[in-house]
């Protein structure tokens, strides 16, 4: 009578039906970076209306600075994150303690994983499993750290502290408006890490290494998710839903930056690679696998990480068998729409002669053997140009760094003092949420060259 594994099946019922949402939501980031969507207010009932941003000429963040649509800016005034924070936000007409912007509440804005804000009283915690505080708590670093446990759930509270439990009842202590939950994690700035008393529930498949996926529709998150991947990874998830015809791939974020990194599409059956993308050769369209199992893979090298990717996939059943009437004119005239419907759609079999299939062997080997894979088959000149380029940046992040120490220590004296004590606990007095969530307000209204994330 060990109610675990039923446990354990609502749980997973659960999740899976969160994530049939993920059709619905405009975000696949933690931190809404790449929200495209329409929200022109702070929030979407009675919201302050946001600014133009080809109207914001006396801030940082405006079309004439970034004119080429540049973390999304351009002549409207939707929400965006073009600074990489914690979430969207707009400028606004008027002014609280001479901050003249807002986040934004958005509704539709969800990553998928994310299961949302919560309010945590404490007794009992929303999460009851293991917990852990860190000043260099991340998402990820949370997320892992649970998943390691074998939890199906991670909650991140107060930017530093960090839940793992199973519990379903999560919901009852009553969900907070998202905008609760900004505190940057200490980790990284970019990140939602919960709030005073609210903590940022995440299902921990969110960046896994691997997993088997049999749900007819989910999105897998390159490893690490939301943080950047990390070197040296081989990962490999199996996606195989019963019955199905087709199975559908949409890339709806991808940010790997070079060619030695990938991510590839193998038919489960025969091994083959059906695609692949890397930093040159980015997903230009969905994917139309006619298979119903397929082998995601992906791997990276030792130099320039970057987020990776955030891939829906969404199985297609085999169709009925037809009656008759489809040899009609009528049936071959409706199907003409269908197929010409969907021009952006690239289809592809299983079977695809693509030049890069003598390269599945070696996949395979990598997938059956072990997680490494040799990297000596490059020609030696490109080791002179990486070595270069290594230099180069050093030198480029030294400078930067030194730019940086001038310019910021004098105004934010508590983050070096911060890691000088960090082996204690006396950093949580020192590095509070609210003092970096406050320094970044002080940016985004005077110097906005302080904060260069815009486009990258
Ligand atoms: C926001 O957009 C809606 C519809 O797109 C429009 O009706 C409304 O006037 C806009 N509000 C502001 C403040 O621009
Ligand atoms: C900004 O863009 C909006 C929408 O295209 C336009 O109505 C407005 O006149 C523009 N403002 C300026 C200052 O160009
Ligand atoms: C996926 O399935 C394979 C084979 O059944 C198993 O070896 C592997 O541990 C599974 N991976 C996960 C993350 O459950
Ligand atoms: C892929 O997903 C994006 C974001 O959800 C959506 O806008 C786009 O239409 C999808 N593409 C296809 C071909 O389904
Ligand atoms: C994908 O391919 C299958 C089989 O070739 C086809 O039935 C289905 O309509 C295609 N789906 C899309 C969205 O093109
Ligand atoms: C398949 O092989 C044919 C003949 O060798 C070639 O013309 C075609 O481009 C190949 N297709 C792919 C996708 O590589
Ligand atoms: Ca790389």
Known sequence: MDPSPIVALFVAAFLSAA??????????????????????????????????????????????????????????????????????????????????WKYCDIPTCRMPGSLGCFTDSGEPPTLTGTSETSNKLTIQNCISFCRKQKYKLAGMESGY?????????????????SSECNHVCFGDHTQPCGGDGRVIIFDT????CGGNYTSPSAVVYSPDF??????GRACYWTIQV????????????????????????????????VARFDGRNPP??????TADFVILYFYSDR???????????????????????????VGGEASLPASTAEPSLESVTGKSNDSTAGQSSQILYVITSS?????????????????????????????????????KSPTIPSISSSEACSQNEPWIIFYRPSTISFFKKKLKNHHGDLSPLVGN
Request: glycine share 8%; net charge negative; with cysteine.
């Open 19 to 100: 994530t049939s949402d993920a059709f619905q939501t405009e975000c696949y980031t933690a931190n809404g970076k790449d929200y495209r969507g329409r929200q022109n207010q702070t929030f979407l009932q009675g919201g302050k209306p946001c600014l133009y941003w080809n109207e914001t000429l006396q801030h940082p963040y405006n079309t004439v600075k970034y004119p080429n649509g540049e973390g999304g800016l351009g002549k409207h005034n939707y929400c965006r994150n073009p600074d990489g924070d914690v979430r969207p936000w707009c400028y606004i007409a008027d002014h609280e303690d001479g901050i003249y």
């Open 161 to 177: 502290a960090c839940f793992c439990g199973n519990d379903l009842d999560y919901r009852l202590h009553g969900e907070a408006a």
């Open 205 to 208: 498949r969110v960046g896994a």
């Open 226 to 231: 939301p943080d950047n991947y990390n070197t």
């Open 242 to 273: 019963p019955g199905a015809s087709a199975i559908l791939f949409n890339f709806t974020f991808f940010e790997i930056i070079d060619q030695t990194d990938m991510v590839e599409l193998l038919d489960g059956h025969t091994n083959h690679v």
């Open 284 to 289: 230009r369209s969905a994917i139309n696998i």
């Open 303 to 329: 130099t320039n990480q970057a987020q990776g990717f955030a891939v829906l996939y969404q199985a297609l059943k085999a169709p009925e068998p037809r009656p008759k009437e489809e040899d009609k004119g």
């Open 371 to 407: 997680p490494t894979m040799p990297d000596h088959n490059m020609p030696v000149w490109t080791i002179y140009a990486l070595a270069a380029l290594l230099t180069l940046t050093v030198i480029a992040m030294i400078a930067k760094l030194l730019l940086h120490i001038t310019v």
